[in-house]
């Protein structure tokens, strides 16, 4: 998915703005590194990257007349995983909103994200 189509997403978690610059900074130069932000396409939520998805808007918010920034020439920056979820919820007896974010290695184990595990935190 490009930007375009998460950028109306919700955060999952508050953001510390000191890091969301260096992050828009990055994005700025380098591009678009490492995992992509997973998503829940179907409810319009992440599962990771309140960050990132805050230097985005951030970029995108910023861009003047000289500076355009186009988002979507970082290609896709985001992966739904919405199958994952939905199986891992049916086997546990919950839903999107009882998952705990917060140790997602639970959920992904086993997945093809788990080749992003040492680059998401909250594995």
């Given at each position: 998915m490009q930007a375009s189509e998460i950028m109306m997403f919700e955060a999952i978690n508050p953001v510390d703005q000191t890091h969301v610059d260096e992050i828009a900074e990055s994005i700025r130069e380098n591009g678009w590194i490492g995992a992509p932000i997973l998503v829940i396409a179907s409810h319009g939520m992440l599962v990771t990257g309140s960050h990132r998805l805050a230097a985005?808007?951030?970029?995108?918010?910023?861009?003047?007349?000289?500076e355009w920034f186009d988002l979507d020439t970082l290609g896709d920056i985001a992966e739904p995983v919405d199958d994952i979820i939905e199986a891992w919820c049916a086997e546990?007896?919950?839903?999107?909103?009882?998952?705990?974010?917060?140790?997602?290695?639970?959920?992904?184990?086993?997945?093809?994200?788990?080749?992003?595990?040492?680059?998401?935190?909250?594995?």
């Open positions: 985005l808007r951030q970029i995108d918010e910023a861009w003047d007349d000289d546990n007896s919950c839903t999107v909103y009882d998952i705990q974010y917060d140790r997602l290695g639970d959920i992904f184990a086993g997945t093809w994200v788990e080749k992003w595990k040492s680059e998401i935190v909250e594995w």
